[in-house]
């Protein structure tokens, strides 16, 4: 599914040949579960070696490394708020995430860019709240800047994809 530069699919976020994927990652940018861990392990021990060099990053900011054996040749690193219950500043930390995120890959000259569903796995953040945000974010960001030409969501489920093209169609006639 297409829709004013936004793609959304159902897959493994290691594999996309994009500019730039974006990974879910926590504040010591020292690797993790989830994907994370996916992330690390399909990129090989030199993305470690980078990141220990950038990390730590803040909640709600983005680093870049190499993607070394990834086929996308970035890799755009952003830590997410763990869900506290949703009056934490949780919704204004993911939407800096997706911010940053994009930010960053302008400033790189990126023109293709993929993100998994940040904060909606381990740090429990509900999935339909994350996704409007990250839909949100990102469609502001594409109408202000055209620089970029893709951003495709990549949903580790069927059921989480459905519910992105759900609010993205909702966004989109509203
Ligand atoms: P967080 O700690 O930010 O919640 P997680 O990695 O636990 O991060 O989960 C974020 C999302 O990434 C979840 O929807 C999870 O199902 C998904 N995910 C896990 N592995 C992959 C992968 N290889 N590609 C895309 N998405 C993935």
Redesign the pocket.
Known sequence: MKEGGIAIVQ????RMKVDAIVN???TSLLG????????HRAAGPQLLAECRTVGPCPTGESRITGGYRLPAPYVIHTV?P?WQGGAHGEDQLLASCYRSALRLATEHGLSTLAF??????????P?DRACRIALGETLRFLREEDSLAEVTF????AA?REVYRRILAEMSVS
Not at 11 to 14: A, F, R, S, V
Not at 32 to 39: F, K, N, S
Not at 116 to 125: D, K, L, N, V
């Open positions: 897959g493994d976020i290691t879910a990652a926590n993790g579960g989830g994907v994370d861990g996916a992330i997410g763990v998994p569903s940040i904060s909606t796995g381990a740090y429990r953040f999935l990549v949903c580790f489920t989480d």
